[in-house]
């Protein structure tokens, strides 16, 4: 393409989640000619793809939400605790119409490959259509946790049952009466599917890995006089919960579980129970800071785990090793009271690994276990995955493969050095999933809106960043993580999960001052980039 020519697009948006959606919104509402491509045959990313049962999010329905619309957030009726899938898919539909979005969203279609025409500071963005786009701008709005993660296990490729991964479930439905199922995984997908696939199925086996921690969701109806009250003070609602990064539920407490007594201790930890949710890891300040602190509350889980479960042996096995909280928390409706039943079972692949997959049975070193159908709980290759699915070749034809080959590299999460007018929602080095998704993804979509106004009002075709500067952020968001018990065991913040993938801690932990480093960037002229 010569200097001359035009894109045929001010900004591509890869994705139609939630990032993707309000990316679009705010582009629109600033002119600018904006196409968001999305793989799946419908808008929602992370709620279109994971149908299976019982999924639902463990971030409360009031604060899942978007936040930029005041009419759209006192008009919609959450009517759980915790929003089903279908009804978070619901809503986000009803978002796109509400906002008129629709006809700049192509379906079915993914990105296959996106260069950077240096010259003429553009993107060429192709398409599995066969269509080509230029952009001045790309956006990846492609999720943190949407490439599944399948199992390196001999003969799944030529199993004679169904295999169905839990973020790729088919829309359908399955029905799973009467069959002998074998799932394997035990994180929140897996967790939250067991009691219902176990309400099915003939028998069900769970090939477990690692025990996770889980604490009870106590799911209910919203109460009309609960939403009303939230509604009517929505504002300041959405900014205790931004100042916790998780939640204005949270409660934090900023004190050490080491500085009170053992009963003061267990009262906190029986009343966090008793509320359940994520908001346990908040009952003291040190709990993923201090292991000692960490100590007392796996503990405390242990024996909660072991009430749940009558045969000892077997809550033995479900009982977790790891740290709490170095792994996400899991938040489930009846997970350990399942295996009570007589027809759930636990393979401990630690005692007895799968070495194969024959025909219609999954067999290890033990013995062999007849299956019908094979449920993929096995998580994703998160926050990479999905960037690196794309082939992007940035300056001098630098490929993002390449140069995450060891680990991603980000400033803030929002760009990476060599390829400019790339931005990221939620990229490797911001808060992402260590927050609530939704702000986090307002917060970036607002900054780079921003951004974008910023160049054009002042003629300047490119941002880039320097390269310094991502280097010293990196290294901060190691340094942060290195002081928690976050990077301590094999989890998908590390990329441990994944065969082959280099094990760098991702997310960025702490909320607040991410967010001020931010806007101090901003106001410092956009620090750690070069714009002309
Ligand atoms: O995935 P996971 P997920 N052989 O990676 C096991 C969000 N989410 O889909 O721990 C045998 O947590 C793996 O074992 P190990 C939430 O952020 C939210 O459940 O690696 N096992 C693990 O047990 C969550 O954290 C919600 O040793 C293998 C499991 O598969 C994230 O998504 C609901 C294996 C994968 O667990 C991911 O959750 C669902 C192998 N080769 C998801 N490979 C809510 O909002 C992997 N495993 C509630």
């Known amino acids: 393409m010569s200097n001359e020519q035009k894109p045929s697009l001010d900004v591509v948006v890869v994705g139609a989640g939630f990032a993707g959606i309000y990316m679009l919104h705010r582009m629109r509402q600033i002119g600018l000619e904006t196409r968001v491509i999305e793989a799946g045959t419908g808008v929602g990313g992370t709620w279109h793809w994971n149908r299976y049962p019982g999924a639902r999010c463990d971030i409360p329905s009031m604060q899942y939400s978007y936040q930029f619309s005041d009419e759209l957030q006192q008009e919609w009726e959450w009517t759980e605790k915790y929003a089903t899938q279908g009804e978070i898919l619901t809503y986000a539909e009803h978002v796109v119409e509400r906002f008129d979005l629709k006809d700049a969203i192509t379906l079915n279609t993914k990105v296959v490959s996106s260069t950077y025409l240096e010259q003429d500071a553009l993107w060429q963005v192709q398409l599995s259509t066969g269509e080509t786009l230029t952009s001045r701008f790309v956006v990846m ?3 943190c ?107 934090d407490n900023d004190q050490s579980a080491l500085e009170v007594s053992d009963e003061v201790r267990r009262e906190a930890y029986e009343a966090r129970w008793a509320k359940g949710g994520l908001s346990f890891l908040a009952a003291y300040n040190d709990l993923v800071l201090d292991m000692r602190a960490n100590d007392t509350a796996r503990e405390f889980f242990r024996e909660k785990i072991a009430a749940r479960v009558d045969d000892p042996e077997l809550a033995e096995k479900l009982i977790p090793e790891t740290p709490m909280g170095c792994k996400r928390l ?38 062999d276990y007849e299956v019908d159908v094979i449920v993929l709980a096995t998580g994703f290759d998160a926050m990479t995955g999905a960037l690196l699915n794309i082939d992007i070749k940035g300056v001098d034809g630098q490929r993002l493969q390449d140069k995450w080959a060891t680990g991603p590299k980000a400033y803030l999460g ?17 808060p992402s999933v260590l927050s609530n998704m939704l702000p986090s993804i307002e917060q970036h979509v607002e900054w780079i809106s921003d951004c974008i106004e910023h160049l054009n009002a002042n003629q300047l075709r490119s941002i880039a960043v320097v390269p310094e500067a991502e ?22 913040y590390l990329g441990a999960n994944v065969e082959g993938k280099s094990k760098v801690f991702m997310p960025y932990i702490g909320v607040p001052t991410y967010v001020a480093k931010c806007e101090e960037v901003v106001a410092g002229g956009y620090i750690g980039f070069n714009l002309a």
């Not at 205790?240 to 998780?246: K, T």
């Not at 009570?340 to 636990?346: A, I, M, P, T």
């Not at 968001?477 to 065991?489: K, L």
């Open 141 to 143: 709005a492609t999720g």
């Open 145 to 251: 946790l949407s490439k599944p993660n399948y199992p390196n296990i001999a003969g799944l490729d030529k199993c004679q049952v169904p295999v169905h991964h839990t973020a790729l479930w088919p829309h359908e439905g399955v029905d799973f009466a009467g069959l002998r199922v074998g799932m394997i995984g035990t994180g929140s997908s897996a967790i939250q599917s067991t009691p219902l696939i176990a309400a099915q199925a003939s028998s069900l086996t769970i090939f477990q890995r690692t025990p996770n921690y889980s604490i009870p969701a106590y799911n209910e109806p919203l109460s009309p006089d609960y939403v009303a009250d939230i509604k009517a003070r929505y504002q300041e609602y959405r900014a205790e919960n931004w100042q916790r990064g998780f939640g204005a539920d949270f409660d």
């Open 330 to 367: 899991c938040v489930d409706t009846d997970y350990y009271e399942t295996f009570n039943q007589d027809h759930v079972n636990l393979v401990d692949l630690n005692e007895h690994p799968i070495e194969c997959i024959i025909g219609n049975r999954v067999v290890t070193n033990e013995r």
């Open 414 to 430: 929002l760009a990476t050095a060599g390829f400019p007018n790339l931005f990221m929602v939620t990229g490797p080095g911001s």
């Open 471 to 492: 280097e010293n952020w990196v290294g901060h968001v190691n340094e942060v993580a290195d002081v928690t018990v976050y990077p301590s065991c094999n989890s998908w």
